[in-house]
């Protein structure tokens, strides 16, 4: 699970030709030797480590500590069945010790400014729904980093988001809420693969003082179809070509969110 | 910077009536102890461990592995006071020693994709804006982690939304990309406040199977009166009156990021 060279963990994402920073203190390893897991072995994780997990969770920043997020966790195996059913029946979803489904929630708010006389109606600004989304990702992500210190693996589900409508009537979402993500945990399983998927150069994402449009993917493409060949899938598919293929024509299933949202009283206006 | 101690992280947290779960390795308590720090000790953060940090941000999960978010950081100290004037002239702004403006950015992918003759119509639904305000959010919290991890403390800025249009043009932005928040980082200084904020109940925000419409505030709105009393600050008023009022009313400056949003080519359908 975790990292134990800067270094190596550096040359993994971004290739063996990219310098490593100097000075780097190698306990940094672990934040960089994240994946996602999707094997788990037999080994279950206690409520209480759970209840731990979630305080971490909470402990993260929050805008104008309003919270906007809940988590509802479905261990029971026929909902499990079906939310995993929801979610493209992907396998880890089955068989993940535990499963998370990440809320936007703007309702409790909307609720305790209710009951001292406010009336919420700034909640269906796009504003407060980026807010939602904020909380519940940084939410979501230091659960993750802390489980990883205690060598539990994670895998993030964006398919939760494949049948909005579906996932508010299983779970029993209010208004104003949505399942934005869902989030497998358990320990790896000794069959789980350890790779570590190689990353945009850092030339390309983080700018300095200004953004620079001509920057480009260096040599992204070409690191990625190594990557996928040496996971046989994709051969001579690059990442702009599959990333393409992402970005056009049909949304499918989630074409009804920005419906689904304005249904539950989000129209981001 | 850090807890040493699960019990005493958790009350923090949750009340000192809170029962504590057992079982919980305390190295967890680090994660539960995270506070925004707006005071920052004259000591600067190497570029290289600046460059660790954002290896570990590019290192959170991704959705597809698009990553569909940006950061810009500003050291410039015309540029700096510049942009601590549109959050609202926080001087946590003018003083650390790093800010980070965390991007949604939609347009690397986009023109990732033309580039191999693909039109990426679909990324004007709601779905990818969700999307890369959830990759740019787990991005950020995993390295404001790795910093803490260093004793490095942080300050995200909601504020960066309340002048869209001009952060956009001081940073640079292209089409298709808006700063989402804003990061502050730096060692504490001594004079920093150590209080944790008090969070909601679990129950209050974790859901076993189902959502509960029920289940209510608990003790909060009682635990963050006497939060704000010790800090000095909003004698009497609870969170549901604070939160009230931030949730009612007028929007101000933000309500103008639904429609950047839609000059921009996100149109969130």
Known sequence: MFGENFGEAWRLRYGSESPVPGGVPDQLARFLTHRSVRAYADREISRDIVAGLVAAAQSAATSSNLQMWSVVSVQDSDRRNEIARLCADQKQIHEAPWFFAFCVD???VARASEAVGENPTALDAAEFYTMGVVDAALAAERMVCAAESL????????????DVYAVKKLLGLPKR??????????????SAGAEIKPRLSQES???????????????YDERMVEFYESQGMNPGVNWSQRSGRRVS???GSREAIRRFLAEQGLDLR
């Open 249 to 251: 024509g049909e949304l």
């Open 106 to 108: 703007l309702e409790r």
């Open 177 to 190: 809420a949505i399942g934005v993500f869902g989030l497998c945990l358990g320990y790896p399983a000794e």
């Open 205 to 219: 994402v983080w700018f300095e003082e200004v953004y620079d449009e001509e920057r480009g993917l260096g040599d």
């Open 151 to 162: 060598g539990i693996a994670s895998c993030y589900i964006g398919a939760l988001r494949n």
